[in-house]
């Protein structure tokens, strides 16, 4: 199964935001997309979860039109996961997990046994088991995108689709969201994801799609995209490069 843009050009009725793209993200890999603030991330994005329509082009899963699949259809095979937030109503963890099963229910419906097993088993695979009659309004910014990834698994979806998620978070939870990434590609989900950060798209990602002005800048293999050369083209901005003599790693900071 794969997740997929063709020839889109995306944006709003008033406004075009970008054009020209092709993306395509397969069951089983990361794709990290790069791009300065402006540059049409979140509207791609929001094209290929079907909550925008195409200007031109299509969006599509497994080959079918996102558009024209309805929305519980949509939350089976494809979640998302926004930036950390803080809602307005004190749900508790289960609770907010519990959502994630609106696709094979509905809002109103009472979870059932099934459902709860889903939602018990997503709680333990993130190690957050213990959260579950905590109230998600009490939690920290890293237990919080925990709790919304464990939401979006328990849609039971082939691919998740993540807005920027170690954004805010403290130097051991983005090593934990980044650690996650990797595990869930490593069980069969695609996983898709933007960042400012190019270190974590070296860290997780197979792929990336580089992206600005509403164009694809570059796309392909995470080292062979992700170099000097091509992220200063990217930010506009010099960028060093640092390297462990030892393992090989390199590192990028802003120059």
Do not use: C, W
Not at 126 to 141: D, E, N, Q, V
Not at 158 to 176: C, H, M, W, Y
């Amino acid at each position: 199964m794969t997740l997929a843009g063709r020839a889109l050009a995306i944006g709003y009725r008033d406004r075009e935001v970008g054009r020209s793209l092709d993306v395509s993200l397969a069951e089983g890999e990361v794709l990290a997309l790069l791009g300065p603030n402006g540059s049409g991330k979140t509207t791609l994005l929001k094209t290929l979860l079907g909550l925008l329509k195409p200007l031109a082009g299509e969006a599509m899963i497994d080959g079918q039109p996102i558009t024209s699949l309805p929305a519980a259809a949509r939350a089976r095979r494809i979640a998302y996961v926004p930036q950390s937030h803080v809602p307005s109503f004190a749900f508790t963890v289960e609770t907010v997990v519990l959502m994630g099963r609106t696709a094979y229910g509905n809002l109103f419906s009472a979870p059932s046994a099934a459902d709860r097993a889903v939602a018990a088993r997503v709680l333990e695979r993130f190690g957050i088991t213990s959260l579950a009659a905590r109230p998600y309004t009490m939690l920290s910014g890293g237990e919080r995108q925990l709790v919304l990834l464990a939401r979006a698994l328990a849609q039971e979806p082939r691919f998740i689709v993540l807005d920027e998620p170690t954004a805010s978070l403290d130097f051991g939870n983005q090593g934990k969201v980044i650690r996650e990434m990797r595990a869930l590609a490593a069980s069969g989900h695609g996983v898709l994801f933007t960042t400012h950060d190019p270190n974590h798209a070296l860290r997780a990602a197979d792929r990336a799609f580089l992206m600005r002005g509403g164009l694809r800048l570059a796309e392909g293999k995470v080292r062979e995209v992700l170099t000097r050369a091509k992220l200063e083209s990217l930010y506009g901005t010099p960028v060093e490069t640092l390297t462990d003599d030892a393992t090989g790693i390199t590192a990028f900071l802003p120059g």
